[in-house]
């Protein structure tokens, strides 16, 4: 099993990058997919979320510091998941992870990380 983001890197404030995160070895179209970022200093904490993409369509959630500016999506064929970033500010900057979640009844979950990739906001 391996999640590999890739997409970022340094950007002046109000800029936009796209993050990019492949899976490799799971079913990944049954996942939860998930971005999360960690600042220096500060706990991990989740950006956006989408959920399976089922016959009614699939749902997505964000951070209140992010809605509107960041858009997440999944490609299943691809087994890919997306981040757009617009209007970008310097408290963006992080590490950005890729997260693949998968509730199991009677447990344990499964929940797989990528490594990470540094974005930063600076002029």
């Known amino acids: 099993v391996q999640l590999v983001e890739s997409g970022g890197g340094l950007v002046q404030p109000g800029g936009s990058l796209r993050l990019s995160c492949a899976a490799y070895?799971?079913?990944?179209?049954?996942?939860?997919l998930r971005w999360y970022r960690q600042a220096p200093g500060k706990e991990r904490e989740l950006v956006a979320a989408?959920?399976?993409?089922?016959?009614?369509?699939?749902?997505?959630n964000y951070a209140d510091s992010v809605k509107g500016r960041f858009t997440i999506s999944r490609d299943d064929p691809k087994t890919s998941v997306y981040l757009r970033m617009n209007s970008l500010k310097p408290e963006d900057t992080a590490v950005y992870y890729c997260?693949?979640?998968?509730?199991?009844?009677?447990?344990?979950?499964?929940?797989?990380w990528g490594q990470g990739t540094q974005v930063i906001v600076s002029s």
């Open positions: 997260n693949a979640f998968l509730p199991v009844v009677g447990g344990p979950n499964l929940n797989y």
């Open positions: 070895g799971f079913i990944f179209e049954n996942y939860i």
């Open positions: 989408v959920a399976p993409i089922t016959s009614a369509g699939t749902s997505t």
